[in-house]
């Protein structure tokens, strides 16, 4: 299965993936039922989850049902168990990047926030967009998700800065990115073309740095105020591993 896995995700364009897994997730979602691991983002659960990663696999990370990474999971329940960003009475304008299929149909459902899609490829973006370039007005948005998108752009400082521009003041903008925290310093080489290498060095084909622990001061140099969450750290590690998170990861929630 590992193997099959392996071959889709590094053969099939991701915008064909996403229409794919609409049909796929309800069978995969049956034939798994089960206890043993559970996805808090719908409450199902199941004998296991499935493989996943571009290069090196890993076990049980990719839910049956909704999709949902390691990171995905962790994210959810950091924002129904630390914000009101599911209860709050005040409607919000929430931008999302690059929307994860596990949380577009359910953010769009929420009747508390004015939400905005945005992306160059994505068939779920509502405004096609370079994140370096946005079409949206300083200080626009209340909250700004973008999860895993800033180890694809060449030109990082370029999109926080675009980021930062477009978030209130005192909004809240939750950048997660695949991170070594093992690594001080993030590391880059455009020399290596091979997309093989790539994958090897970066994780994936298509990124271009492994961000290190200094990611967060780049964050702060661009004017954000930002909390390195290790959230896993507030949670059982029953629950650590019932939800299938990556003990120590952590979210970075910034603030203007």
Request: hydrophobic share 35%; with cysteine.
């Amino acid at each position: 299965m590992k193997k099959i896995f392996k071959f889709i995700l590094n053969t099939i364009p991701r915008p064909i993936l996403i229409r794919l897994s609409i049909v796929v997730r309800p069978i995969l979602a049956f034939l798994l039922k089960g206890s043993r691991f559970t996805d808090p983002i719908d409450g199902k659960s199941f004998s296991m989850f499935l493989p996943y990663g571009y290069g090196n696999q890993r076990n049980n990370v990719l839910s049956p049902s909704t999709l949902s990474l390691e990171r995905h999971r962790l994210l959810w329940l950091y924002l129904q168990n630390e914000t009101d960003f599911f209860t709050s009475k005040e409607k919000k304008k929430v931008l999302h990047f690059a929307p994860e299929q596990e949380f577009y149909k359910r953010f769009k459902k929420q009747t508390n926030i004015e939400y905005t899609t945005t992306d160059l490829l994505s068939p779920l973006a509502d405004v096609k967009a370079d994140i370096c370039n946005l079409p949206f007005e300083d200080n626009a948005y209340d909250i700004i998700f973008c999860n895993h998108v800033l180890e694809h752009i060449p030109d990082d400082t370029k999109a926080m800065q675009e980021l930062y521009r477009v978030l209130k003041p005192g909004g809240m903008g939750i950048f997660q990115i695949p991170q070594e925290l093992s690594r001080a310093t993030t590391f880059s080489d455009d020399s290596i073309v091979d997309q093989k290498e790539r994958a090897k060095i970066f994780g994936q084909y298509d990124h271009v740095r492994v961000y290190g622990r200094d990611y967060f001061d780049k964050l702060r140099s661009i004017g954000f105020k930002v909390i390195e969450e290790d959230y896993t750290a507030k949670l059982t590690p029953e629950l650590v591993e019932k939800y299938c998170l990556a003990k120590g990861e952590i979210i970075p929630v910034c603030f203007k």
